[in-house]
């Protein structure tokens, strides 16, 4: 359904007295991903990997510096103005924060019918039905689109702002960061919110969280990425019983386990260091100033994403000596 | 006994009315021991670290309780006392470091600073013993993070600045408020180890503040759970996760993502957390519980030891 080739996207960094451009941060940098039908990817990482970036590209939000999106089987790279028209009922965007992603002074109605008026003319009472419609599938009253955002707990603006993306019955859903903003027990009502849409709809997700208990329960498949580049793809059991890549393994340990004796008995690798900055990467292997494995060829070349088993791809120089 | 909590009683006057923000909350931090505060949004675990430090805004009233640290009231001190207490013997780590850092002083400075508030030493001395602390925070190239603004550094060694302020003086208490929830998950386990490292080294007593259980899993020897104001249960850590007893703690672990459930449906609570401006009456669990009796609705229950120093606020294990 969705192919990405080789995408790019630097920015550039302006500085001195005439803002010139005095360098790039490479956000995105040579991501290639293919999403089937009916699947949840899930794109994991952390503040700089790159995959909010990804994600803003993928639904044309900005533009790419190179790189080919295919939806469909269709180049949607170049489209433009009102030929974008149809990929945006068809792709859809979930935002992570529900108090920033609505508007204060709007009423639940005009939210979620905007859509419906700038692709479908829709007014008055059709377009109150199937708000109303919409209201009931994603769990709420729809006594309730007359209310204004600010009348509502966390967990049901995210419930709106749902029920905005998927007005238009779009067939491709970016999910980004949808729950980080909740707490726990609203974050499993959202989540199974969403498992119920997709079979509804016969929606197709990109997941992109830093949270790897999310990403675990709710994709098929999972990209890891790491300052730009993706680091290892792989199903998401594959991954997290046999995860190959150094940054994924440190990934994968970081995250707390609610079972006191586990948290103390398991063996932990813990990471040392930070992410470099995306506008001067690490040479060779980008990840091997962090990498407690790291050897020369680390630092000099850099490694290609390989097939480990099926399905399973990783770029690391040792990742025979590392399964 | 280092702290004991005392039947704490917090409101915030606000335009809409008063809030019970905390309600009749007691607890206790031994010697040496890192007791786990656990809640969701609105649970009163910020307020009950607040009012201990006595740093609560204009808005909010103490309107009951003690607060006895090493058998003095900290809520009936003068503040003068209090800024005495403050920084030496506790001291607060809040989520984000650099609101607690100045922007425009060099972070040696600013931690040189709260040791002249408290030890008569030089400043050489205490130029010394802050350098001392950031090698052992694990900062890299102390010197030279030592002249830095907080803009200069990320999200990890701004904590790290903040852990080393609040560790310098060898407070009895800290008080450490969700601080790696802005972090990466890797920055996190790496203040976590360096956390642990400290609080043995130092033997300090930690209020471990966390929204998230896995974390206390991870660091506290004792969790309390806090509900919408008041404590619902506590046990040691272990004891908590293998044998959770109110049916708040329990829809709570059933929630949590991960283990090998993918695909399946993650058990939701019903309902969600009360309005603390007109809470429901009795138990403030009841409308969301699955196992409510007729008594819920009608009585507070009291915190019970059910056995096991495992304490719980729930009719289902008595009266």
Known sequence: MLKLQDIKKYFPVRGGVFMRVIGEIKAVDGVSIDIGEGETFGLVGESGSGKTTLGRVVLRLIEPTSGRIFFNGRDVTELRGKALLPLRREMQIVFQDPYKALHPKKRVRDIIGEPLIVHEGLRGEELERRVSEMLKLVGMNPEHMHRYPHEFSGGQRQRIVIARALILRPKFLVLDEPTSALDVSVQAKILNLLSDLKEEFRLTYLLITHNLAVVRHFSNRIGVMYLGKLVEVAPTEELFENPVHPYTMGLISSIPVPDPKLAKSRRKLILLGEIPSPMNPPRGCRFHTRCPYAKEICRTEEPQMEEISRGHYASCHFWRELS | ?319
């Open chain 2, 1 to 319: 006994m280092l702290l004991e909590v005392r039947d704490l009683r917090v409101r915030f006057h606000t335009l809409r009315g008063i809030v019970r923000a905390v309600d009749g909350v007691s607890f206790s931090v031994n010697y040496g021991e890192v007791l786990g505060l656990v809640g969701e949004t609105g649970s009163g675990k910020t307020v009950t670290g607040l009012t201990i430090m006595r740093l609560l805004d204009e808005n909010a009233e103490i309107s009951g309780g003690e607060v006895i640290f090493e058998g003095k009231d900290l809520l009936k001190l003068p503040m003068s006392e209090i800024l005495k207490i403050r920084g030496r013997d506790i001291s607060m780590i809040f989520q984000e470091p650099k609101a607690a850092l100045n922007p425009v002083i060099q972070v040696g400075d600013q931690v040189v600073e709260s040791f002249l508030a408290h030890e008569r030493v030089s400043k050489d001395e205490a130029r010394e013993r802050v350098l001392d602390m950031f090698r052992k925070v694990g900062l890299p190239d102390p010197e030279r993070i030592y002249r830095s603004y907080p803009h200069e550094l990320s999200g990890g060694m701004a904590q790290r600045i903040v852990i080393s302020m609040a560790l310098a003086l060898k407070p009895k208490l800290m008080i450490a408020d969700e601080p790696t929830s802005a972090l990466d998950v890797t920055i996190q386990a790496q203040i976590m180890e360096l956390f642990r490292e400290l609080i043995r080294e130092f033997n300090t007593s930690v209020i471990y503040i966390t929204h998230d259980l896995a974390l206390a899993a991870e660091i506290a020897d004792r969790i309390a759970v806090m509900y919408a104001g008041r404590i619902v249960e506590v046990a040691r850590t272990e004891e908590l996760f293998e044998n959770p007893l109110h049916p708040y703690t329990v829809g709570l672990l059933k929630s949590i993502p991960g283990s090998r459930s993918s695909g399946s449906r993650l058990f939701s609570m019903e309902g969600e957390i009360p309005s603390l401006l007109n809470p429901p009456p009795g138990c403030l669990f009841h409308p969301r519980c699955p196992s409510r009796m007729g008594i819920c609705e009608r009585e507070v229950p009291s915190l019970l030891n059910a056995g096991n120093d495992h304490l719980v606020s729930c009719f289902l294990y008595g009266r």
